[in-house]
């Protein structure tokens, strides 16, 4: 089955080919340029930007597959959650393409394409794995228990870790997005130059918060700045990096403990960190658990995710209605 796969929840305008798990084309216009001067991403600028990238994207992605529109079986796009005005885009031009075109129309939950993002390209994970889902809009654990069963163990109960790094490195002076300047800075940093606070929540708790952190960073700025002290860039990054990362990996091991599974994926833009990877791919070989992360490609927002996703709800509950509606909170 040959899958168009089109995503536009938030800034970046993907789309991508897939002939069933294999990636025949996957290709991202990214919006960075645009949101980085205003720290984050500016949803009106977003939506419009989406406007003017998607026809290309798609057209790219076709290209690049060397595949024409007809003989796509399947069209599916992200439906939420997201931003509206992004998701709107997407989803009325899938919408109007499949249409027109007359091809089988899927609504794909963003939360579901990065989670089974892992498999892309043929990548084997037995189900029932767990997955811990961290990027700019969420971080969340699921257990995945088939490519179109997830259940949700835990999510942040404020900012996601990857909205975390992008806020701390705006206190820093650091370009948008900040996730990965602050990894680059943090591995030349000292990782004990300051104790910030993890937040652990109620004793036996999943879930995440992590605004406490992003205020203690701005505490410890604020009061050098009063000293006159200059920063250590590196050390503060470094510190905040594995504050983190220890609650990620601690939350991550113990709700494998609880699931009794026996393979965990990290996925999501903030899986893209090498602390991350590397502290939870230890805890995990320690308790002889599987680690798998899914390609870098593939870690941040991109088309083919969705179109893996579409292609497991398709063949499980068939098409969207064409009159549905994209949805901005998290479903799953
Ligand atoms: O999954 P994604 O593309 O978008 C959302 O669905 O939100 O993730 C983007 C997030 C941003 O917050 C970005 O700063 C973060 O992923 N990110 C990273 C790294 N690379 C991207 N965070 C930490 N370390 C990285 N190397």
Not at 141 to 149: D, V
Request: proline share 3%; hydrophobic share 45%.
């Amino acid at each position: 089955m040959l899958i168009l796969g089109i995503e536009s929840s938030c800034d970046d305008t993907a789309a991508a080919v897939l002939q069933d798990e294999k990636v025949l084309a996957n290709v991202a216009a990214s919006q960075d340029a645009i949101h980085s001067r205003f720290g984050g991403v500016v949803p009106e600028l977003a939506s419009r930007n989406h406007l003017r990238n998607i026809t290309g994207v798609v057209h790219q992605a076709l290209a690049c597959s060397a595949t024409k529109i007809e003989e796509i079986d399947l069209i599916a796009v992200t439906q939420g959650p997201g931003l509206i005005g992004s998701l709107l885009v997407g989803f009325s031009f899938a919408k109007s393409l499949a249409t027109v075109t007359n091809t089988a129309f899927v609504g794909v939950d963003h939360m579901a394409g990065h989670i089974l993002s892992v498999l892309l390209n043929g990548h084997a994970v037995d189900f029932p794995f767990l997955s811990l889902v961290v990027s700019g809009g969420t971080t969340a654990l699921y257990l995945a228990e088939s490519k179109t069963r997830f259940h949700c163990l835990g999510r942040t109960r404020d900012d996601a870790a990857g909205e975390a790094f992008d806020k701390t490195a705006k206190l820093l002076g650091l370009p948008y997005p900040g996730g990965p300047h602050i990894s680059k800075l943090a591995a030349t940093g000292d990782s004990s130059h300051t104790r910030f606070p993890r937040s652990w929540l109620e004793e036996g708790s999943l879930d995440f918060s992590f605004s406490g952190l992003k205020t203690a960073v701005l505490q410890h700025v604020q009061k050098a700045a009063v000293k006159g002290e200059g920063l250590d860039k590196a050390g503060i990054c470094a510190s905040f990096e594995q504050a983190v990362v220890d609650v990620l990996v601690q939350k991550t091991i113990k709700a494998a403990r609880l699931t009794k599974v026996g393979e965990v994926v990290v996925c999501g833009g903030v899986s893209a960190n090498p602390r991350l990877r590397k502290q939870l791919e230890a805890a995990c070989l320690a308790r002889d658990l599987h680690f798998h992360a899914p390609d870098f490609e593939f870690c941040t927002d991109n088309g083919a995710m969705i179109a893996l996703a579409g292609a497991a709800s398709y063949e499980a509950f068939g098409e969207t209605a064409i009159d549905s509606d994209v949805y901005s909170r998290p479903k799953l």
